[in-house]
């Protein structure tokens, strides 16, 4: 079981950036591949970029890669994502999410611990 809270989000304008994390309860977090998906008002949730159990790999989605970074440190059981060059497109409620398969997966349905989410917004 992994319990999965964010934290970072908030109100920025276009070209900005914010820092967002996700912490993790449990003691397997180094053994899930760690995701963040995004939600925004009458659309479904989207893949936003994943990274393998041990940093080494991850998976962008085209719309994020060149200005979002994700990280974690499997010591602090946190997973990281640095949001640059925001745009108003970007405004969604994120969250993360974990997997035990291994794999870096983009469908939502794939993973099974979810974050509550916290709201990204960004202003023109």
């Known amino acids: 079981q992994v319990q999965l809270v964010e934290s970072g989000g908030g109100l920025v304008q276009t070209g900005g950036s914010l820092r967002l994390s996700c912490a993790a309860s449990?003691?397997?977090?180094?053994?899930?591949?760690m995701s963040w998906f995004r939600q925004a008002p009458g659309k479904e949730r989207e893949f936003v970029v994943a990274?393998?159990?041990?940093?080494?790999?991850?998976s962008y989605a085209d719309s994020v890669k060149g200005r979002f970074t994700i990280s974690r440190d499997n010591a602090k059981n946190t997973v990281y994502l640095q949001m640059n060059s925001l745009k108003p497109e970007d405004t969604a409620v994120y969250y993360c999410?974990?997997?035990?398969?291994?794999?870096?997966?983009?469908?939502?349905?794939?993973?099974?611990?979810w974050g509550q989410g916290t709201q990204v917004t960004v202003s023109s």
């Open positions: 990274i393998s159990w041990d940093g080494t790999s991850t």
């Open positions: 449990g003691r397997t977090f180094s053994s899930y591949v």
């Open positions: 999410a974990a997997n035990s398969r291994g794999f870096l997966y983009r469908p939502w349905t794939r993973y099974d611990y």
